[in-house]
């Protein structure tokens, strides 16, 4: 019944179980933070479904560092909100300044914004 009154939400909470079930899938996040984009006409994404999406993938790759710092300065260029250090645990920003010097640099200018910018 939920699903056919509801299958917007449905189909987020599908995603989200998905991605939770494979949390360091760069795809399954990419995929999760399109749907919140485009949830029922209305743009849902904030700073924290960047984290919910991709922490982590960052904490797993690079690949998922960048997926990850793209995110954000997606939501910036778009809603103009910036990054909050709140967000961020010591975990995920040591993962990020680790993974840096790994990075090409259109790869390493993008992490290094987002961790310029919550610092």
Sequence with gaps: ???SK????QKLSNLKKTLDSDPTNVELAHRYWIELASTGG???RSGGFVIESFRGCAL???AGAVALARAYRQLFEKSGEKPSSELFDEELLHA???RVPDLSN???AIVQW???SIE
């Design 1 to 3: 019944m939920t699903e």
């Design 6 to 9: 509801y299958p917007i939400q």
């Design 42 to 44: 209305c743009d849902l």
């Design 60 to 62: 797993a790759s690079l």
């Design 96 to 98: 990020l300044k680790t």
């Design 106 to 108: 259109g790869d390493q």
């Design 114 to 116: 987002l961790l310029a």
